[in-house]
Structures are given as structure tokens and as C-alpha cells.
């Protein structure tokens, strides 16, 4: 079993919607958690990192953690153009596949 | 700051070359690591140290890569001699309490 799986995608939401972005985990002894975003051609970039259980709000950007359920989410809300990349899930040193988030104007 | 600085940003060399990339780590940051990444296989790490020193390096692929961080502020990741399949984008990445910020990346192409 892959250490992180996330929902292949792609996801593609009108502007101004709720893009979410779902990703589960292995490692139960975990203890910090990360969503990167990838722009084509260009390299990973740190968007959110959450440690506890609960949501963790940064202006649009809603990282939500389940540690019981081996469970972490991001939520994309009032979705801009801007918005479309790929979005990796992390856990310590794991990487997602990632999903690609195409935003329509 | 600079951000991690990489080097060569493109690489092109032919099957059998020995081929070396270079990382600069974001100063005051004390954990280093070396992915590639590929359309097949996603973000894959290869190696990382803490402190200089290597802690895992479970997923270099094979005796011809070679990693080796003798200072604060250099690494190298070294692949002799490089084969087509190894043709990726090689990222080093630095982290002080976990969150990692990425160099530009070296897209690496072997003939």
C-alpha cells in the first residue's frame, strides 16, 4: 500500500466554487501533514501544513485532519483561475500523486 | 533569502556519462532531501540527511547513485554511469522544522 493516496482527479470547478481535495494515509504514528501546490513546469511550494486534529483556515485555503480515520483534506473556496495546478498531499517525506485542479473562468 | 539553489537547471547527456547535480540549501535549515520526479511515478524521494548526515536513503534506485552532503550548505547527487530511464526532473528540498521548500529543479535527459 502507497504510504499517501490521493483522489486521482483531475477536478475541474467553475470559478468561485469549493474545490476539495481528499488524501488518506498509512503511517499511523504521523505526526505532521502538508499540501504542496505544483504549477506545471515549476516545483512544489509549501500552501498549507496542519499538525492537529481539526481545520486550519489560511484566507481561501481550509486544511482539515482526521488523525483516527487516517484522513486529511483541502478545501479551495471562492476558486480562482490562479488556483489551477496539481496539489500533493504530504506526510513527512511521502508524497501523493497529486491532483490536478483545473479552475474554468 | 535565496531559496534553494540548484544546479544545472537542464542537463543533457548521453547513456554511459557520469552526470553530478548541485543543491544549496536555504541557510539556518538542517535537513536536506533529493526527490525526482516523473509523470509515472510522481515525486519520489531518494534520500534525505539531518545535520549532514544521511538518514535514509532507501529509495536511491540503485548502486549508481551516490549522495553526499559535506557541508551545511552543499549536497550532491551523483549518477555514474546514467541510463535514458533515469531522464526526470531531480528537486532537492531543505526543511528546518519539517516544512520543505523546494529548489527549481534539474530536468535531467539522458540520451
Known amino acids: ?105 | 533569502d535565496a531559496g534553494v539553489i540548484q544546479s544545472p537547471r537542464h542537463e543533457v547527456t548521453e547513456m554511459g556519462q557520469e552526470v553530478t547535480l548541485r543543491c544549496k540549501p536555504i541557510s539556518g535549515h538542517n535537513s536536506l532531501f533529493w526527490y525526482r520526479q516523473t509523470m509515472m511515478r510522481g515525486l519520489e524521494l531518494l534520500i534525505y540527511f539531518n545535520n549532514n548526515v544521511p538518514i535514509d536513503d532507501s529509495g536511491m534506485p540503485e548502486d549508481r547513485f551516490s549522495a553526499k552532503m559535506p557541508n551545511a550548505s552543499f549536497s550532491t547527487l551523483k549518477i555514474q554511469p546514467s541510463e535514458p530511464r533515469d531522464s526526470a526532473v531531480y528537486f532537492c528540498a531543505s526543511s528546518f522544522n519539517n516544512e520543505q521548500f523546494f529548489g527549481p529543479g534539474t530536468r535531467l535527459t539522458v540520451l
Open chain 1, 1 to 105: 500500500q502507497k504510504e499517501v493516496e490521493q483522489n486521482s482527479g483531475p477536478l475541474s470547478v467553475p470559478e468561485g466554487a469549493i474545490a476539495s481535495l481528499n488524501c488518506t494515509y498509512s503511517d499511523r504514528v504521523s505526526q505532521s501533514f502538508f499540501w504542496y501546490r505544483q504549477y506545471s513546469g515549476k516545483s512544489p511550494e509549501l500552501i498549507m501544513s496542519i499538525y492537529s486534529n481539526g481545520d486550519k483556515e489560511d484566507g481561501r485555503f481550509t486544511a482539515q485532519l482526521n488523525k483516527a480515520s487516517q484522513y486529511v483534506s483541502l478545501l479551495i473556496r471562492d476558486s480562482q483561475p490562479s488556483d489551477s495546478a496539481t496539489y500533493l498531499c504530504a506526510v513527512r517525506t511521502g508524497f501523493g500523486a497529486g491532483t490536478t485542479v483545473t479552475v474554468r473562468a
